[in-house]
């Protein structure tokens, strides 16, 4: 059996950072999270078409885009051009890297997390955004997504801009199924991926290890 890696809990600092104020978002708007490395395996050729849909439809959103590419920095260009030509640029924040409190703080603010990448073997902080009471639209690539649908803690798409659109599309618009598969997320990151929950299941491991021999 493999285990999974762990989540911690948000600190209590968090609570107390205003991203929408420190980032001058408006307040009407769902936050929507996009924390990872810039990489094109991340998906973020089919984020940007969708959320360009969305918009010309009339949904109300704002995303907030946290990463950096130090590997791959004309790639990482690429992405900040993409988003400044797009009519996009008024409804996305390009943070760069965050880490620390301010990480913490914007899992905590986000009411939805979106990862849509073409493989990804885990997806830390798609747990972390789990903790932290966010629901989740991933990828059907992304390790953890089964237990994801099954446990109803957020959307599942497939690779396609359509799918991802339409999952997007579903999200933003149900913002009291956005609060339950968030409670669900919670839940579920809790049972799944804290440490506690971890460790127990090592333990369980080792006493039927122990119990056989």
């Known amino acids: 059996m493999v285990l999974p890696l762990g989540v911690n809990p948000l600190p209590p600092v968090a609570h107390e950072i205003d991203v929408y104020e420190e980032l001058e978002i408006p307040r009407d708007r769902p936050l929507l999270l996009f924390m990872s490395r810039l990489d094109p395996k991340k998906g973020i050729d089919l984020l940007i078409p969708a959320l360009e849909t969305l918009q010309q439809e009339g949904l109300n959103f704002h995303l907030v885009m946290c990463g950096a590419n130090p590997?791959?920095?004309?790639?990482?260009?690429?992405?900040?051009?993409?988003?400044?030509?797009?009519?996009?640029?008024?409804?996305?924040?390009?943070?760069?890297?965050?880490?620390?409190?301010?990480?913490?703080?914007?899992?905590?603010?986000?009411?939805?997390?979106?990862?849509?990448?073409?493989?990804?073997?885990?997806?830390?902080?798609?747990a972390e955004a789990m903790l932290a009471g966010s629901p989740v639209v991933i990828s059907d690539q992304v390790h953890i997504w089964d237990t994801i649908q099954q446990t109803e803690s957020g959307w599942i798409?497939?690779?396609?801009?359509?799918?991802?659109?339409?999952?997007?599309?579903?999200?933003?618009?149900?913002?009291?199924?956005?609060?339950?598969?968030?409670?669900?997320?919670?839940?579920?990151?809790?049972?799944?991926?804290?440490?506690?929950?971890?460790?127990?299941?090592?333990?369980?491991?080792?006493?039927?290890?122990?119990?056989q021999s």
């Open 71 to 126: 590997q791959d920095r004309a790639y990482e260009q690429s992405v900040y051009q993409q988003v400044q030509e797009s009519e996009l640029r008024s409804h996305v924040t390009l943070t760069g890297y965050v880490a620390g409190d301010r990480k913490a703080a914007l899992l905590q603010a986000a009411d939805l997390f979106v990862l849509p990448s073409y493989y990804e073997n885990f997806g830390i902080s798609v």
């Open 157 to 211: 798409c497939e690779c396609t801009v359509d799918s991802l659109t339409q999952q997007l599309r579903d999200a933003l618009k149900l913002p009291d199924e956005r609060t339950q598969r968030g409670l669900n997320a919670q839940r579920c990151a809790k049972d799944h991926y804290s440490w506690d929950a971890i460790a127990e299941r090592a333990s369980n491991i080792y006493q039927d290890i122990l119990a």
